[in-house]
Each structure stands twice: as C-alpha cells, then as structure tokens.
Nanobody, 126 residues
Framework: VQLQASGGGLVQTGGSLRLSCTAP????????MGWFRQAPGKEREFVAV????????VYTDSVRGRFTFSRDNAKNTVHLEMNNLKPEDTAVYYC????????????????????WGQGTQVTVSS
C-alpha cells in the first residue's frame, strides 16, 4: 500500500484543517489506519488510529475532543478533521497503515505500522 497525505497548511490558533490520506489503486479494508506526527526536534508521536476489527478510533489524550478520524470507503480515503488547533499541534503529520492487532498498547508504537505516507506539514501560529 502506498499512502498519499494532503491537506496540511498554515492556520491561526483555534483554526481548523482537514487532512486526507489515499492509497491509489488499493483498499484500506484490511488495515488499521492512523495518523502520527513529528514536531521539530521531537520524536514521532501517535495521534489516532482506526481499528479495523472493532471499528473504533483511539486518540491520544492531547487531541481527543478536537480531532476526528473518518473514512470514506467509497473513495478509499481517510481523513483527520482537526479543530481548535493549538501551536503545539504544529508538526509533520503522517498517514499510516498497519496490520490489525489485539494488543492495545502497541497501537501507539511506530513499529506497528508497515506503511507510511510522505507527510504533510501543519503549522499553527499563535
């Protein structure tokens, strides 16, 4: 699966962005799909993942209530709707795909995900 992420940009604090991720010619149906981010000088950080088997989404605490994951199976696209953005959300956001797992703690591990998109920059100005 090759992933293409888009939708990043520059917004002011409190603004919104919608990230999209597609896999041309492929389907997401067999994978957990998620998002990670990496801010300058920091390690890559888990943001959210949609669990294929349970059809539920797990969010990191810092974005819960502000970010919403969705998927459009007809268009083979997943989205991350980001509202009430804060300067600390500034990062490169990566779309990821991984084999489903029952080990919940591993969902936040970068090694759980086999495929990574190229990343899209999100910058939130104060």
């Amino acid at each position: 699966v090759q992933l293409q992420a888009s939708g990043g940009g520059l917004v002011q604090t409190g603004g919104s962005l919608r990230l999209s991720c597609t896999a041309p010619g492929r389907t997401f149906s067999s994978y957990n799909m998620g998002w990670f981010r990496q801010a300058p000088g920091k390690e890559r950080e888990f943001v959210a993942v949609y669990r294929r088997n349970t059809r539920t989404t797990v969010y990191t605490d810092s974005v819960r209530g502000r970010f919403t994951f969705s998927r459009d199976n007809a268009k083979n696209t997943v989205h991350l709707e980001m509202n009430n953005l804060k300067p600390e959300d500034t990062a490169v956001y990566y779309c990821v795909a991984g084999t489903p797992t029952t080990i919940l703690s591993s969902l936040r591990d970068t090694g759980r995900y086999d495929v990574w998109g190229q990343g899209t920059q999100v910058t939130v100005s104060s």
